[in-house]
């Protein structure tokens, strides 16, 4: 029987954001928050062998990977090798608008062939035990009805696949950037909440343009689970609530101070491993948000990047983090 994840609260998938440093920083705050990695391209996996790609660590459990491409095959190679790797779900993603994404005919254009995405998520699903979930939009371009995100959802899930992660947005192919294409095209939220009422046995996670919890707990109370992008990677701090507001849990942070401190341990053994300072201290960039001395840390760091050097100025950061 495939294991049942709670997605109440989860981080988005997020290019160049959300590499397994970040993940580990986010798992810090919040040891309940579901993860995601980065989109991965399958032909970085089956023809370029990049699979340092799917490098984690364990303390990031519970963690999905998301897959990126179109052609059953290589996607049932992708899966079983993310099963092997030892990720907890494998997530589809039909939502990316990118130029370089639909050359490699994956990403939201997919949306416009619900029988094939069926037949990927199908056999996906077949060819691993753990879960199979997608990523997707609303529609593509001028397909905007509520009725053709209805069929697509109706034709995919025949795949078995029950997690369902919508971007409340339309994803224009051509003429918006990828970050044009996250606040340009306007929110639907409503068209999400019906999705829920007119497939109550899918698990409907709501994703785009929430930027905190209280908005979070506002979706909760018609959708199942709740994905939050830019606002987590910008603040992270704002997950130390998660784990005692949604799931009940005893947070045991006590400080900002205490997630730098932990960070630092972190970081110092990555580097002995051969990993790039400057790649994991910019995830730290946000953990100052709304602190009195916010932008005189975030120079901090960058003199840790340039200096190449931790203990040199870990002091200096602890004593301009306010809590």
């Known amino acids: 029987m495939v294991k049942k994840l709670n997605h109440k609260i989860c981080i988005a998938p997020m290019m160049q954001y959300t590499d397994m440093h970040d993940r580990y920083l986010l798992r810090l ?20 062998k990049c699979f340092n790609q799917l ?10 990977v ?8 290589d996607l049932i190679e992708c899966s079983k090798r993310c099963e092997e790797f030892g990720y907890d779900e494998i997530n589809l993603n039909v939502g990316c608008p990118s130029d370089r994404v639909q050359k490699g005919k994956f990403g939201a254009c997919l949306m416009l062939e619900p029988d094939l995405v069926s037949e990927c998520l199908m056999n996906m699903s077949n060819a691993v035990s753990i879960p199979v979930s997608i990523k997707c939009r609303l529609g593509v371009d001028n397909h905007e009805s509520y009725e ?8 995919v899930s025949q795949s078995g696949v029950k997690t369902f992660i919508i971007h409340a947005r339309n994803g224009i192919l051509k003429g918006l950037s990828p970050r044009q294409n996250r606040n340009i ?5 409503d068209y999400v909440y019906k999705l829920k009422k007119d497939f109550p046995d899918l ?3 709501i994703n785009g343009g929430i930027k905190n919890l209280d908005q979070s707990e506002t979706h909760l109370k018609k959708v199942d689970g709740v994905m939050i992008g830019r606002a987590a990677y910008e603040n992270p701090f704002m997950l130390n609530e998660v784990d005692s507001r949604f799931y009940n849990k005893q947070s045991y ?11 630092f341990e972190y970081v110092d053994r ?39 050097e931790l203990q040199k100025h870990k002091k200096d950061l602890e004593e301009l983090l306010i809590y």
């Not at 391209?41 to 089956?46: E, I, K, M």
């Not at 490098?55 to 999905?64: A, C, D, K, R, S």
């Not at 998301?66 to 095959?73: A, K």
């Open 148 to 155: 053709f995100l209805y069929n697509f959802v109706s034709i």
């Open 253 to 263: 942070i006590e400080s900002k101070r205490q997630i730098l401190n932990e960070y």
């Open 66 to 73: 998301q897959l990126g491409g179109s052609n059953v095959d």
């Open 55 to 64: 490098e984690f660590n364990n303390e990031e459990h519970p963690v999905g």
């Open 203 to 205: 698990e409907i996670i």
């Open 185 to 189: 095209p306007p929110l639907k939220y």
């Open 29 to 48: 705050i919040s040891k309940e928050v579901f993860l995601y990695t980065e989109m991965i391209a399958t032909g970085s996996l089956v023809y370029g």
């Open 270 to 308: 990555q580097v002995k491993n051969g990993h790039d300072l400057g790649r994991m201290m910019k995830h730290l960039f946000g953990l100052s948000r709304g602190d009195k001395y916010a932008k005189t840390f975030r120079i901090k760091i960058l003199e840790v990047i340039k200096d190449k």
